[in-house]
Nanobody, 131 residues
């Protein structure tokens, strides 16, 4: 049984920072792609950033490039999303997901409906950027 657990969300002022964590447990996912997705009320789910745990290749969406950084600590089986210079439009529920690398990291992050590519999803963590 594989489980993903997000943590680190919360309320932050514009310009602030948060670090989200995605801890994996159960079967090893060392070669999987881990993706961070977000969904705001009334909007479609958006791929934010993804990383390959096997070769470390990454993709970062243009909307967060230069502000968000994804990293993985395979020993801790945790993937992080460091978010800086947060904006109100970053407000959303953030989910992490794990999927076998059947295509490029970019495709796995930008596909409109990622459900078919990702086998496991976390429960989500709320990020609210507001003054």
């Amino acid at each position: 049984q594989v489980q993903l657990a997000e943590s680190g969300g919360g309320l932050v002022q514009p310009g602030g920072s948060l670090r989200l964590s995605c801890a994996t447990s159960g079967r090893t996912l060392d070669y999987y792609v881990i993706g961070w997705f977000r969904q705001a009320p009334g909007k479609e789910r958006e791929g934010v950033s993804c990383i390959s745990r096997s070769d470390g290749s990454t993709y970062v969406a243009d909307s967060v490039k230069g502000r968000f950084t994804i990293s993985t600590d395979n020993a801790k089986r945790t993937v992080y999303l460091q978010m800086s210079t947060l904006k109100p439009e970053d407000t959303a529920v953030y989910y992490c997901a794990a999927g076998a690398p059947i295509t490029t990291v970019q495709t796995m992050c930008t596909i409109r409906d990622p459900n078919g590519l990702y086998d496991y999803w976390g429960q989500g963590t709320q990020v609210t950027v507001s003054s």
